[in-house]
């Protein structure tokens, strides 16, 4: 606890040495990349290379990102690894929907991308075409290295306020349907 009285040059001293000024927008967003709460939606092998980034070699809690939630309600990130069916396609949609806001997606891997390989008719060719994805990262399986990369893309997002559109655009595919 300081004993400088305020208004005296002990205190500007102790001011200058640990106080700053930020906007609260920029402070937000500090807080926000550096606290990302993941939902691994992991269906295929691609699943298995992203727990590989959250264990201790490549260590995601030095992103801030560990606290791995499987309830849509205790997430912000999405990370879609792994082949989306067409079948699979509106519970993705469902649990994104459920997500917290402000929410983010990550594709991880061709499959999910672009349905990789199974160019086939019960293959979702990208699970873009059910929900916005802010950052895609390429591989079959990706490297925990390009998850970590991705992770990065999209905190330095979050930091520039980086227009959405294709979030702001979404529209849930199956309302109609409903
Ligand atoms: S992109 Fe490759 S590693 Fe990932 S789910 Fe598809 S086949 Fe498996």
Redesign the pocket.
């Known amino acids: 606890m300081s004993t400088a009285t305020p208004g005296t040059q002990a205190a500007d001293d102790l001011s200058r040495n640990f106080a700053f000024t930020t906007r609260l927008d920029a402070i937000v967003a500090w807080g926000r990349r550096n606290s990302l709460w993941p939902l691994p939606y992991g269906t295929?092998?691609?699943g298995i290379?992203l727990m590989s980034v959250m264990g201790p070699k490549y260590d995601l809690a030095r992103f801030g990102a560990e606290v791995v939630r499987f309830s849509p309600r205790q997430s912000d990130l999405l990370v879609v690894?792994?082949?989306i069916t067409e079948k699979m396609a509106p519970v993705l949609v469902r649990i994104y929907e459920q997500m917290l806001e402000p929410r983010f997606v990550i594709s991880m891997?061709?499959?999910?991308s672009s349905g990789?390989?199974y160019r086939a008719y019960h293959v979702l060719q990208g699970c873009d075409m059910v929900i916005p994805v802010d950052v895609y990262v390429p591989?079959?399986?990706p490297t925990p290295e390009a998850v970590l990369d991705g992770i990065m893309v999209l905190q330095k997002m979050i930091k520039d306020h980086a227009p959405r559109p294709w979030r702001d655009n979404w529209k849930n595919p199956y309302d109609q349907a409903r």
Request: proline content about 6%; aromatic content about 6%; glycine content about 24%.
């Open positions: 295929a092998c691609c290379e690894a792994g082949t891997g061709a499959c999910a990789g390989f591989g079959c399986p």
